[in-house]
């Protein structure tokens, strides 16, 4: 093999990508968080945080990006979104890169990207796995949410291309709606099979 098996990991908001994005990490498969790397680099001292004051002004704080500020901002405003998305975006890639530089030895690798069919994400990698759950559990799950409302959920839903969508162009689709031990075996026996993939690239 000359190189890893890249997998996509997305998956609406609510379905459980972030649990299984773990399950994959504790099987000792590497995981790129696409989430935390912007949280990372708009915390205290983040390195964009200059950039979208100056393109959003009240947006940032000592503690780096406010989101519920700068939510408001972009908040409905697809302009907005888009300048915002050409400040994060480009510096998002350049850290999968270096992840990708650190782990060149490792059979597979993961991708965990939310907006993965909305941008171009899944051109880039082998096979896409979404994780999925019933609209009425992902509805649960999301309001359940500190400061989440109705209006909120509507929004992000409508931003996001629909779960039945991803779910037939997924290669794989991980069901959370499930108990956990459930799908822990569901993400073992994808890697299993993932494994035997990547022997052929």
Excluded: C, W
């Excluded at 700068?70 to 888009?82: E, N, P, R, T, W």
Aim: aromatic content about 4%.
């Amino acid at each position: 093999m000359n190189r890893p098996m890249i997998v996509g990991l997305t998956g609406s908001i609510g379905m459980g990508k972030s649990t299984v994005a773990a399950m994959f990490e504790a099987e000792g498969i590497p995981v790129f968080d696409a989430d935390a790397a912007v949280r990372a680099m708009q915390g205290p001292d983040g390195e964009l945080n200059a950039r979208i004051e100056a393109e959003f002004p009240g947006s940032t704080g000592p503690q780096g990006v406010d989101r519920d500020a700068l939510g408001k901002i972009v908040f409905g405003d697809k302009q907005a979104l888009a300048r915002l998305e050409g400040i994060v975006h480009p510096a998002v890639g350049e850290r999968r890169s270096a992840f990708l530089e650190e782990n060149a030895a490792a059979p597979i690798l993961v991708f965990d990207i939310p907006l993965l069919f909305e941008g171009s994400g899944h051109a880039a990698v082998d096979a896409v796995v979404v994780v999925s759950a019933p609209a009425d559990e992902q509805r649960r799950r999301v309001l359940a949410r500190p400061g989440m409302t109705e209006e909120k959920f509507k929004h992000i839903l409508s931003l996001q291309v629909p779960d039945a969508e991803k779910r037939k162009r997924a290669d794989y689709v991980i069901d959370t709606g499930t108990a956990l031990t459930q799908t822990r075996a569901q993400v073992r026996d994808l890697i299993g099979e993932l494994r035997k993939k990547a022997a052929d690239l």
